[in-house]
């Protein structure tokens, strides 16, 4: 069964600090994996794409990359500014019962401080 | 296509009642997902559709829920007898055809049972 854990629960920063937030999945044979973005009460944005054959992607100030032998993915975030303040979600595409799945990682909930 | 809705955005119903929420996924998307999150958690899988065929379902889905979705557009999600332990935030998300492609989600649907 595949799981997704993120690391650590909750994160506060000054504004302007570049910032990683982590994400660690436990089967390797991944398709892809997915970084979104969660305000309170709100849906889920997405924010960048790696499948399984890329190392990194960038958008903007954020840069994810992977790293499927190790099991890892980390999105960088440039600069922080209040606004980025949000719940931050890593999800994971894997192939389970001839189906392609997703499995969620439970969050970084993110406070960057003006 | 402004992207996938959903209706209604908030449900307060007594428990008992049975209740049915509405994701309208982006046109030209023919792979339709539905999640439920709760507070603190990533959303869990529930089901997939592909066109009209569910073509999966999570061991999340009791007897008690039931999802269509017709005509390969739109999708509901029926809960019956509801119960307190269904309070969540019920998310839609729409893809393309292709393998390993990107996930758009709704506003979800925020579920109270009292």
């Known amino acids: 069964k595949q799981e997704v854990t993120q690391i650590p629960a909750a994160l506060s920063v000054p504004e302007g600090e570049n910032l990683v937030l982590n994400c660690s999945f436990t089967?390797?044979?991944?398709?892809?994996l997915q970084w979104f973005r969660q305000d309170p009460g709100k849906g889920l944005t997405s924010l960048l794409l790696?499948?399984?054959?890329?190392r990194e992607q960038t958008s903007g100030r954020l840069n994810a990359s992977l790293d499927k032998s190790s099991g890892r993915s980390t999105l960088y975030i440039a600069a922080s500014q209040p606004g980025d303040s949000a719940t931050y979600l890593c999800?994971?595409?894997?192939?389970?019962?001839?189906?392609?799945?997703?499995?969620f990682g439970t969050g970084t909930k993110l406070q960057v401080i003006p | 296509d402004t992207g996938v809705s959903q209706n209604p955005r908030h449900k307060i119903t007594k428990r008992g009642q049975n209740v049915t929420f509405r994701c309208d996924p982006i046109s030209e998307h023919n792979r339709l997902y539905w999640y439920r999150q709760t507070l603190g958690q990533g959303p869990e899988f529930l089901t997939y559709?592909?066109?009209?065929?569910?073509?999966?379902k999570s061991r999340l889905l009791s007897d008690r829920f039931s999802a269509e979705r017709p005509k390969g557009s739109f999708s509901t999600l029926e809960i019956q007898r509801t119960e307190q332990g269904d309070s969540a935030m019920y998310l839609c998300a729409s893809s393309p055809r292709r393998d390993n492609a990107e996930q758009y989600f709704g506003p979800g649907t925020r579920l109270t049972v009292t």
């Open positions: 089967d390797s044979a991944i398709y892809n």
């Open positions: 999800a994971a595409r894997f192939l389970s019962g001839g189906y392609q799945k997703v499995t």
């Open positions: 559709f592909q066109n009209e065929a569910q073509l999966e």
């Open positions: 790696i499948q399984s054959s890329q």
